[in-house]
């Protein structure tokens, strides 16, 4: 059973820079695509950031592009979302996905889920 765990929000200052984690469990990582997703209140999920499982190539969110950057820890099965420069519209709930074979952009997509971690940016 596929397990993803995510942990890193809590509340920070616009202008302010936070980390998320996310461990994957339970999969074979090989070819295993690993991206972030996030849910701002009455509004729906949407992608903020995926990295490709064999060459790590890096897509971005228009809204994010630029102050986010989503990488691999030394572990190849915990991925990591460093955003900079964060701004009260950031402010959701931040969930890591997954998916086996090539990235994608579209929550549909995604087979795994983790319970979400919620991330409040004040002006």
């Known amino acids: 059973q596929v397990q993803l765990e995510e942990s890193g929000g809590g509340l920070v200052q616009a202008g302010g820079s936070m980390r998320l984690s996310c461990v994957a469990s339970g999969v074979t990582l090989e070819g295993y695509t690993m991206g972030w997703f996030r849910q701002a209140p009455g509004k729906e999920r949407e992608f903020v950031a995926v990295?490709?499982?064999?060459?790590?190539?890096?897509y971005y969110g228009d809204s994010v592009e630029g102050r986010f950057a989503i990488f691999r820890g030394n572990e190849r099965n915990t991925v990591y979302l460093q955003m900079n420069n964060l701004q009260p519209e950031d402010t959701a709930v931040y969930y890591c996905?997954?998916?086996?074979?090539?990235?994608?952009?579209?929550?549909?997509?995604?087979?795994?889920w983790g319970q979400g971690t919620q991330v409040t940016v004040s002006s």
């Open positions: 996905a997954g998916k086996g074979g090539a990235v994608r952009y579209s929550v549909s997509e995604y087979e795994d």
């Open positions: 990295i490709q499982p064999y060459t790590n190539s890096e």
